[in-house]
């Protein structure tokens, strides 16, 4: 059943309220009278009515009096009202129109104008009840769309930044001064060299032990762990527990479960960037101390083959010397010393053809030498270029994204 349209009449004369009454009595409206205006204002906060009919002219306090007094109240402040009133003038109208009314009737009224009067401001507050229900919305969705664009601003600014922090410390730190923009607080643990780091948001060593056991054993294959107004979040290289979600504002709820993902999917990558550049610069390094080693093993290999073939090239000679002297000592026939020279000349071309083949060594050692010290200088000059490269990207991120630059 619909509910009636409630009419209060408020005329202090009883031919006008009779009149009221059999115009507008009917299936959809039900009319209330009141002789005054003390006592019309008492019936419409008793109970507030849809339109309210006003006499202006009335004992005690009249009708623009009355109707100032409604218009200030907070239950009848909205109502229609409609004036009564034998007089027509254009004054008469500019007084009413200015405490508030909403029409104007001129006594004597026929009732089918008095009823389509009636008619129009019901249509009328029910446009306007349905124009302000629309723009409550809209400025509802208005203020969410606003706090949305300011979230994502946040996590784009954070997606970017993250490109300049060249250490674990530094990453966990600006993803906590994100978190605190969203009035979160967390504490975290990062998967990094097979080694657990603990973080939290409100300073080293305010990680409970049961915080921590809850982090540790949550299961990580499952994305959220939801329990109270406690979440956790869980990527590989990160977990992260929030220990203050708003569960009183469920579209703020769900926007920060939204947001989360996007922090830590970054923080999860940068670490892994991380982790590869500190294992490539290490093998960088390792490189360069191997390139030493071998160069100075070579080089004193060639050394050692140079010193080898000289004391080697004195050695027969004074075996020569030697030789010839025992020959004269032995008195032997000249064909037998003859034979013996022979023998050991050309034992001493063989040993000479096989240590000339040591200077060919030696030219091929210098070449390995020359070129290892040019690979070593270029790895060097490499290490020292990304190293200096990776301080200059974090100086030029650090002045692009300072926190004064909007984005939305």
Known sequence: METKIDILAIDDDKFVQKMIVKALQSSEMSIRVAN??????????????????????MPGINGYET???????????????????SHSSLRERLQGYEVGGDDYVIKPFEAEDLLARINVLIKYQEDRKELLTQ???????????????????????FLEKSLSYHDIDNLVQGLFESMDQLSLNCCAMINANQQHYWYSSEGSGSISPLEKELIEMCDKGA????????????????SLLVKNMPLEEMERYGRIKDLIPMFLSAVNTKISTLNTQEALMQQSTNLIDSFSLIRKSLYHLGVTIVDNR????KIMNALVQELNVDFLRMGLEEDQEEYLLTRVDTALEQAMTEMDAGKEIRASLTFILSSLKSVMKKQDELLNAYIDSLASESTDHNADMDDNVELF
């Open 135 to 157: 723009y409550e919305i809209a400025h509802k969705n208005a203020i969410l769309a606003m706090t949305s664009s300011s979230e994502l601003a946040l996590a784009m600014r």
């Open 223 to 238: 994305r959220f762990l939801d329990f109270g107004e406690r979440t956790i979040i869980n990527y590989p290289k990160i």
């Open 310 to 313: 000289r004391d080697s090239t």
């Open 36 to 57: 005054d205006g003390e006592s019309g204002i008492a019936a419409a906060t008793q109970q507030v009515p849809d339109i309210i009919l006003l006499d202006v002219e």
């Open 67 to 85: 109707c100032d007094r409604l218009r200030n109240l907070e239950a009848t402040k909205d109502v229609p009202i409609v004036f009564l009133s």
